[in-house]
């Protein structure tokens, strides 16, 4: 099968637009559909100037997404003067699991010559996954209290380091399956919350003072995509499954969306573009019901939060009572 | 026909498909779905929608980076 812009051999068929792509096309179409993505929610301000840059710090696990992330912003941006860009990596203390993402962030860090820092949540909060996943003492599925501490210690450090933006890379699969999920559970108020911290262009989101604003560059893009891209571009991807990984509900709603995608395919871009306009609606409604709402500072570690105690510093309470 | 479908890292399984069978086919026949996947021939991708003219093939697992 020859590629639908030159004779070559076809890398790749995409269902839902029934294009089918060589290996230099495919990539290609993968960063102009970033590039795009990028432009769309306005990432670049355009008060940012090469006296003074806006800066990004990217998620960087060492997995498939947040280095074919970090990469393709690194050719568009890597030489442009207005923006500053450095990765930061958290380690959850897995043996084995995250010390070889960790040698794939400094690798891919060290070829692109970009600033990489590393925090880990032995430093920070003196626990390892590893424990966690065996103590479990609030009886919830490991990536639940992974996910909390993740959170925390991006958005802590996006702060420390100056971001005026956290970018992270989740594909088009994380985000349906999000969307799916906050459907599914008639949660109107996250998909609130969802269009103002992450999901909206950056000129139609209120966004608080109180959170460092994310973005998602690479949310248009199918997860196979990502992955096919990073084999052919041979980036230093670290290709190991989490041994805690078990996010039940997120599993069971990706085998439904997959095979709804399998029968009919671009299920997962309507999705989004429906949930997308729901999303802003919600996000309009709750905020002209309630305005902005008042955090208060958490009671141990100063973090934002709608309790006493942050969501985070109960769950390490519970950990250490272990 | 026959095909040997390996699945990187996991099982290798025998599956026959018909003569008009996709690479698509071969993946939902052990049970996975074609967008998780690639498809390897001779270590090169191949589009999953096209007739399979070979008697062997890599299937590459694609791994959910968990936290990005």
Not at chain 1, 103 to 111: N, R, S
Not at chain 1, 167 to 177: F, I, K, P, Q, V
Not at chain 1, 272 to 282: D, H
Request: net charge negative; hydrophobic share 35%; glycine share 8%.
């Amino acid at each position: 099968m020859e590629c639908d812009k030159c004779g070559r051999d076809a890398v790749m068929h995409a269902g839902y637009s029934g294009a089918h792509l060589c290996e230099s096309h495919f990539c290609a179409s993968v960063e102009k559909r970033v590039r795009g993505r990028i432009r769309k929610d306005s990432l670049v301000p355009r008060d940012a100037t090469p006296e003074d840059p806006e800066h990004w710090v990217i998620g960087l696990s060492g997995g498939k997404d947040s280095v074919v992330l970090t990469h393709i912003l690194d050719e568009t941006f890597g030489e442009d003067p207005r923006i500053e860009m450095m990765a930061l990596t958290i380690h959850e203390g897995i043996e084995g699991y995250r010390d070889e993402s960790v040698d794939a962030c400094v690798e891919l860090a060290g070829d692109l010559q970009m600033r990489h820092e590393l925090v880990t949540y032995e430093e920070e909060f003196g626990i390892r996954m590893d424990d966690v996943a065996r103590e479990d003492p609030e009886n919830m599925a490991p990536c639940a209290y992974c996910g909390v501490f993740r959170r925390d210690l991006l958005e802590q450090y996006a702060e420390e380091f100056g971001a005026d933006k956290l970018l992270t890379g989740h594909n088009l699969d994380d985000e349906a399956e999000t969307a799916l999920m906050n459907v599914l559970e008639g949660n109107v108020k996250q998909m609130a919350k969802h269009f103002d911290a992450s999901l909206g262009p950056f000129d139609e989101r209120h966004p608080t003072d109180d959170f460092v604003p994310r973005a998602k560059p690479l949310r248009d893009i199918p997860e196979k995509e990502v992955a096919l891209y990073a084999h052919l571009k041979d980036l230093p991807a670290h290709i190991t499954e989490c041994p805690h990984a078990s996010e039940a509900f997120r599993g069971e709603i990706q085998e439904l969306m997959l095979d709804l995608e399998d029968r009919h395919p671009g299920t997962r871009h309507s999705i989004m573009s429906g949930y997308e306009e729901i999303a802003e609606m919600a996000a309009d409604r709750y905020r002209s019901d309630d305005g902005d709402v008042d955090l208060n500072e958490c009671e141990r570690c100063g973090s934002k939060t709608m309790r006493d105690l942050c969501r985070k510093c109960g769950l390490l309470e519970s950990l250490r009572a272990v | 026909m026959h095909v040997t479908v390996e699945v990187v890292g996991e099982e290798t399984h025998d599956v026959s498909v018909d003569d008009d069978g996709t690479y698509a086919d071969l993946v939902r026949a052990v049970d996975l779905s074609p967008h998780e996947v690639s498809v390897l021939v001779d270590g090169s991708p191949v589009p999953e929608d096209q007739p399979v003219e070979v008697d062997r093939v890599k299937v590459l697992r694609l791994i959910k980076g968990g936290a990005p």
